[in-house]
């Protein structure tokens, strides 16, 4: 899975930039309680598009 994937971060509070990931990592927190997918996606697409990011991560 790894070897197909375009990109990946071994530890993402480490690799990714720290706005990004502070402002991620409470969704993620949420998610893992709620595992409520398309809230988190929109919740994660609106960050995305807030902050630059480039079409896929």
């Known amino acids: 899975m790894l070897s197909e994937a375009d990109g990946f971060s071994q530890f993402f509070d480490r690799d990714a930039e720290e706005t990004f990931a502070s ?4 969704i993620l ?3 893992m309680v709620s ?6 996606s ?3 697409e609106q960050i995305r598009n807030k902050q ?3 079409d896929s991560l």
């Not at 402002?23 to 409470?26: I, L, R, T």
């Not at 595992?35 to 988190?40: F, L, N, Q, R």
Request: charged share 35%.
């Open 23 to 26: 402002a991620v990592k409470p």
């Open 29 to 31: 927190d949420e998610f």
């Open 35 to 40: 595992g409520d997918v398309d809230t988190t």
């Open 42 to 44: 929109l919740r994660l």
């Open 52 to 54: 630059g990011r480039p």
